[in-house]
C-alpha cells in the first residue's frame, strides 16, 4: 500500500471540523481538493468517514473510533519531521565521549564539567584517551567531541580552532640554562632533549626550525604526554618543549622552570571537532559551547 501521509492530516482536519469546507479552511486548500482527498481516504480505509445528514455532515462509527488515534499520529509525524530544537537542561540525560589531548582534559576538563554539572546535572562525560594512530570514532559517532591539535581533513568532519599557545622550554630547576641571562638557539640545539610523541616520533617542527639555522639537537626519550616528559625533566638535565598553557600545573606542583624558546614557531592551535551529522543537535550545541568557553578561557 502506498501511504500518503498528507491523507493523515486531511483526515485528521475532517474529523476535527466535521466538514470538508471547515477541513479546506483548516489546510489552507480549496473545497474540491478537500472533497477528492476524503475520496481518496475512504478508497484507503473502505469506510465513508463522514455522511451527510441533513446539512451537516456526521462521522461514522469507525470515524469516531480511530479520531484521537489519528490525531496522536499525526502529531508523533510532525514531531519526526519537524522535531523542536527547544532543549531542557535540567531533565537531558546524556552521556557524551570526549577524546581530548591529555593535556586539554587536565587543563579544560575540570572547568568544562563544572559547567556542565551547574546547568545539566544528569548529562555525563566520558574523556577517553588519545589514540597513536588515526581512528574512525568520530565518523562513526563513537566519540562525540575531539580536542587537540590536530585539524580535521575528512570533509564531513567539522574543525573550529578555539585556541592557541605559544611553545616555550620547560627545564629543571638549577638547569644551567635557567642560569643564562637569555637562552640561545645554539645553546638550546647543544642540550640534550626529550620530545613530548605519542607516536614516539624523535623529530617535530622544532628540528624543522633549527635545521633553518644550521642547527641539530640530540632528542635522547620520547614521552607519550606532556605530564611525562616533565617527570623526565624534573629528574634530569633533558629540555622539554611544550605548549605555555600545558606547562601552569607543572611548574607549580613539580618545580620546574619555564623559559621563552629562541626559534620563530608559530603557536600550537587546539582544535574542536565533530561530526556534521550533530551540527544542529541541540544538546550537542551546547556542550560545543561550553567546550569552547572552557577550551578559550583555560589557555
Known amino acids: 500500500m ?60 469507525y470515524a469516531i473510533a480511530v479520531r484521537e488515534q489519528v490525531h496522536a499520529l499525526l502529531h508523533q509525524v510532525r514531531g519526526v519531521l519537524a522535531p523542536s530544537r527547544e532543549l531542557d537542561l ?53 566519540v562525540d567531541l575531539e580536542a587537540n591539535a590536530s585539524r580535521a581533513s575528512a570533509p564531513d568532519v567539522r574543525a573550529e580552532r578555539v585556541a592557541e599557545s605559544r611553545p616555550v622550554i620547560v627545564a629543571a630547576q638549577g638547569h644551567p640554562l635557567t642560569r643564562v641571562e637569555a637562552v640561545t638557539a645554539e645553546q638550546y640545539a647543544a642540550a640534550e632533549h626529550i620530545n613530548i610523541s605519542r607516536r614516539g616520533r624523535l623529530s617535530n617542527v622544532v628540528d624543522d626550525a633549527l635545521a633553518q639555522l644550521g642547527l641539530t639537537r640530540r632528542v635522547v626519550a620520547t614521552a607519550p604526554t606532556e605530564a611525562a616528559a616533565f617527570e623526565f625533566a624534573r629528574e634530569s638535565d633533558l629540555l622539554a618543549t611544550a605548549p605555555e598553557a600545558t606547562t601552569r600545573s607543572a611548574v607549580a606542583d613539580l618545580g620546574l622552570v619555564v623559559l621563552p624558546l629562541p626559534l620563530e614557531l608559530p603557536s600550537a592551535p587546539v582544535y574542536l571537532s565533530w561530526h556534521q551529522r550533530y551540527d544542529t543537535d541541540p544538546a550537542h550545541t551546547w556542550l560545543r559551547t561550553l567546550a569552547r568557553t572552557a577550551l578559550t578561557t583555560c589557555q
Request: hydrophobic share 40%.
Open 2 to 61: 502506498q501511504l500518503d501521509l498528507n491523507l493523515l492530516a486531511a483526515l485528521d482536519a475532517l474529523l476535527e471540523e466535521g466538514s470538508v469546507a471547515g477541513a479546506a479552511a483548516r489546510l489552507h486548500v480549496t473545497a474540491p481538493a478537500m472533497s477528492r482527498s476524503l475520496g481518496r481516504i475512504r478508497r484507503t480505509t473502505g469506510d465513508q468517514i463522514l455522511v451527510r445528514t441533513g446539512r451537516t455532515m456526521t462521522p461514522t462509527p
Open 90 to 142: 535540567a531533565t537531558l540525560e546524556r552521556t557524551f565521549t570526549l577524546r581530548w589531548h591529555d593535556s586539554l582534559v587536565a587543563l579544560s576538563g575540570p572547568a568544562l564539567l563544572a559547567a556542565v554539572r551547574g546547568q545539566a546535572p544528569g548529562v555525563r562525560l566520558r574523556f577517553v584517551p588519545e589514540s597513536s594512530v588515526d581512528t574512525p570514532e568520530l565518523r562513526r559517532g563513537e
